[in-house]
């Protein structure tokens, strides 16, 4: 698609639930980029993928969370045991290449709320 | 570490106003690249322009212009008659060639009154 593709919009789990979100990068694109947006305007950068192949999970919270990248199928995001904390948007950006020489192009964001 | 500072939380003008939004960053990487983001109400992220650590001539896109200045670590953004839609939250952010991901300020929110 010529557009990142990010499902749901919305999504809303009670403390302690699983969450999962889909990212469809842009066609063509081979890297993707998960970004957590938290209290309206901080950006943390949990995780990036080359094709299928994690390139940097330096941000991520390596006891709940995980990603995935597979061929043919979108990326997700899965968050195991949700906390009240993990309320945030969730922005994926994909970029042609991964050099600081191309733009990523981010996705519509997904609202999760954990109650 | 890199950081990126946007000390200005909220700016609010009258239509037709030149404002300008200050962006301070700090890296320890020779080589590195900037950008400006632009967040509206609805939520998604647009890109607005980017620039690479080696060429600090300034832009200008229409009403948008942007002021690179490696001696003071700065990338301001300038919009010239600002409109009714220009309200946004608006972030600058670093990325180093290394890691790939963008480190981003935490916004100015700008609001444009009639």
């Known amino acids: 698609g010529e557009e990142v593709a990010q499902t749901p919009k919305h999504l809303v789990r009670g403390e302690g639930q699983k969450a999962k979100l889909y990212c469809a990068p842009i066609k063509g694109h081979s890297y993707v980029f998960w970004y957590q947006q938290v209290l309206k305007n901080e950006f943390k950068f949990l995780i990036s993928f080359q094709n299928e192949n994690v390139f940097d999970e330096t941000g991520m919270p390596k006891e709940r969370f995980s990603a995935k990248c597979l061929p043919n199928s979108p990326c997700s995001l899965e968050i195991q045991a949700t906390k009240l904390e993990d309320s945030a948007v969730y922005f994926c950006?994909?970029?042609?290449?991964?050099?600081?020489?191309?733009?990523?192009?981010f996705g519509q964001g997904t609202r999760l709320t954990v109650v | 570490a890199q950081k990126v500072t946007q000390a200005q939380t909220e700016i609010s003008v009258v239509e037709k106003e030149d404002v300008t939004l200050d962006c301070v960053y700090e890296?320890?990487?020779?080589?590195?690249?900037l950008f400006w983001y632009k967040q509206p109400p609805s939520g998604e992220l647009v890109f607005l322009i980017r620039?690479?650590?080696?060429?600090?001539q300034n832009e200008i896109s229409g009403r948008y212009s942007w002021n690179f200045q490696k001696s003071t670590s700065s990338f301001n953004f300038t919009i010239t008659a600002s409109q009714v839609v220009d309200s946004a939250v608006y972030f600058c952010a670093l990325m180093d060639t290394g890691r790939r991901a963008l480190t981003f300020g935490s916004g100015t929110r700008l609001q444009v009154q009639p």
């Open positions: 890296t320890r990487d020779t080589t590195y690249y």
């Open positions: 950006a994909s970029s042609l290449r991964g050099g600081a020489a191309t733009e990523a192009f």
């Open positions: 620039r690479n650590s080696f060429d600090e």
